[in-house]
């Protein structure tokens, strides 16, 4: 694919934000030679970024004129290498017996399973799209992303972040990004741009509880990112990107705020994701058991099933989620929609008098 053609359908949602790697390629914690690392990583993510809106707009048009078409398949695999390029989707990959490959496949068929076992979808378009990924994007690029056809995934300095495709919960926050640009198509920016980035940490920290049967009281199964931190990161005591549960926590590299009354207009969309973030969290712990029972289904229905517009603020979606609660049909009918309630107003996040 060349670069015209990557422009015309790129819709790119990432995993760190541009403001951890701008702060890296300028800041003390890092030498000068590492610091270009995080300087070209920097300015490869902003310009992935700038071209992305273009494409959502085109998927939101393209997807109304296959609503009628009823074509559902089982979805295939594919990987392909970049070998250090900069190119997608690269070069495909005809052996996946050895890692980053053996690793990459299994998780993205998790994932799927995850999607058809919990919530009764196929694949990322509920038609059974095939599932790429693409490895090896650049030299020590440090991010992961979605491009809006494929996950791509850097191999990150080995100082600060490691290969991103060795954390599983990055995976399914990927992938989430595709579900998303398929249902609600939420903007990539402000508000809608902050849900974005929440649904995918959501349904991305949800799959690694559910790949490795952590209930939700488990702290560590709300961390985003601990599997890509890398030794230099560890020894300043970063143990992830985000907390879901302490979401302004030192042990963030990426702190974020966990009330609507801190939100801030001019942050990135990774920054203000920390409150619906913060909220989930303190629904599914609240409730206890596991978060891929009631709460992340909750979730999925206040997602999907056209609940939702790509313009929705906090707020929007806060009182999608409690519709949602009014659907549910468990027996635990009443503890969920006030625990629900209580996780918003925890929050501070303002919501519709029912
Ligand atoms: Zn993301």
Partial sequence: MNTNSLQMRCGCCFIIPLAVLRELSQGKLLKAASRTVFQDSFLETQRLRSIREGFRLAMVTTRRSFIAEAVTHAPVERLFDCKHRESLPGALVKSTEKDPFKTVEATTAKVGEFYKTVFGRNSIDNRGMDLISSL???????NAFWNGQQMVYGNGDQQIFVDFWRSADVIGHE????????ESGLRYEGESGALNESISDCFGAVFNQWLNKLPASNEDGWLVGAGIMGPAAKAKGYTCLRDMVDPT?????????????????????????????????????????????????????ACTGRHLSSSAAISDFANATLAAAGRWQGADKAKVKDALAKAWADVKVPIAVS
């Fill in 249 to 301: 926590s030192k042990h963030c590299l990426s702190p974020q705020p966990d009330s609507y009354d801190d939100f801030d207009p001019t942050g990135d969309v990774h920054e203000n994701s920390g409150i619906p973030n913060k909220a989930f969290a303190l629904f599914a712990r609240t409730l206890g058991g596991n978060a891929w029972d009631a709460p992340i289904k909750v979730w999925y229905d």
């Fill in 175 to 182: 992938l989430t990004h595709g579900v998303t640009q398929h």
């Fill in 136 to 142: 090896n994007y650049g030299v020590d690029y440090q």
